[in-house]
């Protein structure tokens, strides 16, 4: 049996998805992915009833049955060719009819055989990528993965096949959604400057390159997640925690456009910068970016001690802003309408100010999107939570009934601004007066933790007072220890040696950062128009005497000359592992929105001094906050 007559093919696959290095190509900043990289997969469904598959070393294998078309310039259409071998990287096909064979010097050859719909046609030939269209989320690429919709072609003058691949791979990360329990349910990708992503395309013969043709069809691919995909994120590359999605090979001039669905039916859309090169075989990791769900536009409201209701806004909106920044953009179902909307809302907490009798508001109501909470009247703080029909809470708002004002503030360093005149949750500016002293936070969190307004003054060490029994509290681990379980639970304080936040990522900037990058987040505690303040507001406070500290638990510190003073008071704080509170009133602690091990994150009074401590507070005990206005 002569060769010419029935061609034996040795077919080895040359390019397998992971196994490739990537620079650095589009506008969200890929990272290269590491040698054996093992990616969890997204795939077609079949456009073949044969498939290759991948080892348990990760290399591509031919799988018994697998069939290729062969062709040529003198046999356009082609003829099919099969192979028995199994498992194996090189494998030995015979022709599917031993009348049908081709027989130029030049051949080229497609996988699988079906994908070939069009043959050589000048330089030119057509495959059908039309598979590439609806995607499945699947298990990671391991042995027997299918992945028989990516096609790939080869071209030889001899019996030896080497096959490339025609695709190549996106690999979108998405963190933070873990953290507020949504599950995506699909991602659609399109091409921003209308390449056909899907479909019959063209493939140069030579180089086995795809034409991106430009068209009003098959611009976009779907990756189906099923009931919902909940990816667990570690940064870790050699563990991708993202979606894959399958493309042809090319640069792609204006990048794309994702469009992320979750199970709730909300829509979130994000855009590459710029241009976007797929390239074939190789998988590309994308900047991994947050997506954050919140509720309106601030988390505190303020009134004053007058009968009113509260209008407030519990729109859904969303973010992929690594700053967690309002970015205003509604969650919307496939119709354009609002989607996501609470249903209903409650009380979580509420406590009248020392002194005072009553409730601070009456129940509260979901009108559209719109919360209602009626105010008698009564000083003090209340937190009111939106929730889904069932009751899961999915975000709280701190209201804050107070005469509170602003003052101006000027220091060299940090030049004018505008600080309120007391403490978040204060409801006086008397020295001595415990209504003065505010409520308790989390660094990070948005939710206030009341304050026992009862306790005094402790006789001596260890310094201990009771906390308010308004406060819940849980150890911090890896399953209550999330942003999820904080917007849950907004009256649980997370006991923890250090961090409350036990997830890694992004904690570092929930409060807006270091000075010179300083915003207001989505988790910020302050009313509209104000933030957590950063060091430069309180650098040049300076100390004024021990005297004064004693007899007013706390000092009235000069904020615009001496003309202008403002009073902070020896607040203590709450213990980081513990339920007490720590230093009342002998030691004041107040937090500044700097995250991380290194950066400055609280303003610290006593009868000794008053300055940036340059100690590193544990983000999980309880301090004070101090808003200044945002514009500065």
Same mark, same amino acid.
């Given at each position: 049996?002569?060769?010419?007559?029935?061609?034996?093919?040795?077919?080895?696959?040359?390019?397998?998805?992971?196994?490739?290095?990537?620079?650095?190509?589009?506008?969200?900043?890929?990272? /290269?992915?590491?040698?054996?990289?093992?990616?969890?997969?997204?795939?077609?469904?079949?456009?073949?009833?044969?498939?290759?598959?991948?080892?348990? $070393?990760?290399?591509?294998?031919?799988?018994?049955?697998?069939?290729?078309?062969?062709?040529?310039?003198?046999?356009?259409?082609?003829?099919?060719?099969?192979?028995?071998?199994?498992?194996?990287?090189?494998?030995?096909?015979?022709?599917?009819?031993?009348?049908?064979?081709?027989?130029?010097?030049? *051949?080229?050859?497609? #996988?699988?055989?079906?994908?070939?719909?069009?043959? @050589?046609?000048?330089?030119?030939?057509?495959?059908?990528?039309?598979?590439?269209?609806?995607?499945?989320?699947?298990?990671?690429?391991?042995?027997?993965?299918?992945?028989?919709?990516?096609?790939?072609?080869?071209?030889?003058?001899?019996?030896?096949?080497?096959?490339?691949?025609?695709?190549?791979?996106? @690999?979108?990360?998405?963190?933070?959604? /873990?953290?507020?329990?949504?599950?995506?349910?699909?991602?659609?990708?399109?091409?921003?400057?209308?390449?056909?992503?899907?479909?019959?395309?063209?493939?140069?013969?030579?180089?086995?390159?795809?034409?991106?043709?430009?068209?009003?069809?098959?611009?976009?691919?779907?990756?189906?997640?099923?009931?919902?995909?909940?990816?667990?994120?570690?940064?870790?590359?050699?563990?991708?925690?993202?979606? @894959?999605?399958?493309?042809?090979?090319?640069? =792609?001039?204006?990048?794309?456009?994702?469009?992320?669905?979750?199970?709730?039916?909300?829509?979130? %859309?994000?855009?590459?910068?710029?241009?976007?090169?797929?390239?074939?075989?190789?998988?590309?990791?994308?900047?991994?970016?947050?997506?954050?769900?919140? #509720?309106?536009?601030?988390?505190? #409201?303020?009134?004053?001690?007058?009968?009113?209701?509260?209008?407030?806004?519990?729109?859904?909106?969303?973010?992929?802003?690594?700053?967690?920044?309002? %970015?205003?953009?509604?969650?919307?179902?496939?119709?354009?309408?609002?989607?996501?909307?609470?249903?209903?809302?409650?009380?979580?907490? $509420?406590?009248?100010?020392?002194?005072?009798?009553?409730?601070?508001?009456?129940?509260?109501?979901?009108?559209?999107?719109?919360?209602?909470?009626?105010?008698?009247?009564?000083?003090?703080?209340?937190?009111?939570?939106?929730?889904?029909?069932?009751?899961?809470?999915?975000?709280?708002?701190?209201? +804050?009934?107070?005469?509170? $004002?602003?003052?101006?503030?000027?220091? %060299?360093?940090?030049?004018?601004?505008?600080?309120?005149?007391?403490? &978040?949750?204060?409801?006086?500016?008397?020295?001595?007066?415990?209504?003065? =002293?505010?409520?308790? =936070?989390? +660094?990070?969190?948005?939710?206030?933790?009341? *304050?026992?307004?009862?306790?005094? *003054?402790?006789?001596?060490?260890?310094?201990?007072?009771?906390?308010?029994?308004?406060?819940?509290?849980?150890?911090?681990?890896?399953?209550?220890?999330?942003?999820?379980?904080?917007?849950?639970?907004?009256?649980?304080? @997370?006991?923890?040696?250090?961090? +409350?936040?036990?997830?890694?990522?992004?904690?570092? &900037?929930?409060?807006?950062?270091?000075?010179?990058?300083?915003?207001?987040?989505?988790?910020?505690?302050?009313?509209?128009?104000?933030?957590?303040?950063?060091?430069?507001?309180?650098?040049?406070?300076?100390?004024?005497?021990?005297?004064?500290?004693?007899?007013?638990?706390?000092?009235?510190?000069?904020?615009?000359?001496?003309?202008?003073?403002?009073?902070?008071?020896?607040?203590?704080?709450? %213990?980081?592992?513990?339920?007490?509170?720590?230093? &009342?009133? =002998?030691?004041?602690?107040?937090?500044?929105?700097?995250?991380?091990?290194?950066?400055?994150?609280?303003?610290?009074?006593?009868?000794?001094?008053?300055?940036?401590?340059?100690?590193?507070?544990?983000?999980?005990?309880?301090?004070?906050?101090?808003?200044?206005?945002?514009?500065?």
């Amino acid at each position: 049996m002569k060769t010419h007559h029935i061609i034996v093919i040795a077919a080895t696959i040359c390019a397998s998805f992971g196994c490739s290095r990537h620079e650095e190509e589009d506008g969200l900043r890929p990272q /290269q992915p590491d040698t054996d990289l093992s990616v969890r997969s997204v795939v077609a469904a079949p456009i073949a009833e044969t498939r290759t598959a991948l080892d348990n $070393q990760r290399n591509v294998v031919w799988k018994s049955g697998d069939r290729i078309q062969v062709f040529s310039a003198g046999n356009p259409s082609g003829a099919s060719y099969v192979t028995a071998s199994d498992n194996t990287r090189t494998g030995i096909f015979n022709p599917v009819e031993s009348s049908k064979t081709v027989t130029d010097a030049q *051949r080229y050859a497609v #996988y699988p055989a079906e994908a070939l719909t069009k043959g @050589l046609s000048g330089d030119t030939f057509e495959i059908d990528l039309s598979a590439l269209a609806g995607q499945s989320y699947a298990s990671a690429l391991g042995a027997g993965s299918d992945i028989a919709a990516l096609p790939m072609v080869a071209a030889t003058n001899d019996n030896t096949f080497e096959f490339k691949n025609v695709c190549g791979g996106l @690999l979108l990360r998405v963190n933070d959604y /873990q953290a507020l329990g949504i599950k995506i349910a699909r991602i659609e990708a399109t091409a921003r400057g209308g390449e056909q992503i899907a479909g019959k395309i063209s493939v140069e013969a030579a180089t086995g390159t795809p034409q991106l043709n430009q068209g009003t069809t098959g611009t976009s691919v779907t990756v189906d997640c099923g009931s919902g995909a909940n990816i667990s994120s570690n940064g870790d590359l050699s563990k991708p925690d993202g979606f @894959l999605i399958f493309l042809p090979a090319g640069t =792609y001039a204006q990048g794309f456009s994702f469009r992320i669905t979750d199970t709730d039916g909300c829509r979130y %859309e994000i855009e590459t910068a710029q241009a976007v090169t797929v390239t074939a075989g190789v998988v590309t990791p994308l900047q991994s970016l947050p997506l954050t769900r919140y #509720y309106g536009t601030a988390n505190c #409201y303020r009134a004053d001690a007058s009968a009113q209701t509260l209008s407030i806004d519990a729109t859904p909106y969303y973010t992929f802003s690594r700053n967690y920044v309002h %970015e205003g953009i509604r969650c919307t179902d496939a119709s354009g309408a609002p989607a996501g909307v609470p249903a209903k809302a409650q009380i979580v907490w $509420q406590q009248p100010e020392n002194g005072a009798s009553g409730s601070v508001i009456d129940a509260p109501a979901m009108e559209g999107a719109t919360l209602k909470v009626p105010v008698t009247g009564t000083k003090g703080n209340a937190v009111v939570a939106v929730c889904k029909a069932d009751g899961t809470i999915l975000w709280s708002y701190h209201i +804050w009934v107070s005469e509170a $004002q602003d003052i101006a503030c000027r220091f %060299e360093e940090a030049g004018a601004y505008t600080m309120l005149d007391r403490n &978040l949750g204060a409801t006086s500016t008397t020295p001595k007066d415990r209504n003065a =002293y505010g409520l308790f =936070y989390q +660094w990070g969190r948005k939710d206030p933790f009341a *304050r026992n307004l009862t306790a005094t *003054r402790p006789g001596g060490k260890p310094y201990e007072s009771a906390s308010s029994d308004l406060m819940k509290t849980e150890d911090a681990t890896e399953a209550t220890g999330t942003i999820a379980y904080a917007t849950r639970n907004p009256q649980t304080r @997370l006991l923890a040696a250090k961090e +409350w936040y036990v997830g890694a990522g992004g904690n570092d &900037l929930l409060w807006g950062g270091t000075k010179e990058g300083s915003v207001k987040t989505v988790y910020d505690p302050c009313p509209a128009g104000y933030r957590v303040p950063d060091a430069r507001h309180f650098a040049e406070m300076k100390f004024t005497s021990k005297a004064e500290c004693d007899a007013n638990y706390g000092m009235l510190l000069a904020v615009n000359g001496e003309d202008t003073k403002s009073y902070f008071p020896t607040t203590g704080y709450l %213990e980081a592992n513990k339920n007490i509170t720590m230093y &009342l009133e =002998y030691r004041g602690y107040m937090w500044l929105n700097a995250g991380g091990t290194t950066a400055h994150n609280r303003f610290y009074v006593n009868n000794t001094s008053a300055n940036i401590d340059k100690t590193i507070e544990t983000h999980a005990k309880g301090m004070a906050v101090r808003c200044v206005k945002t514009e500065q």
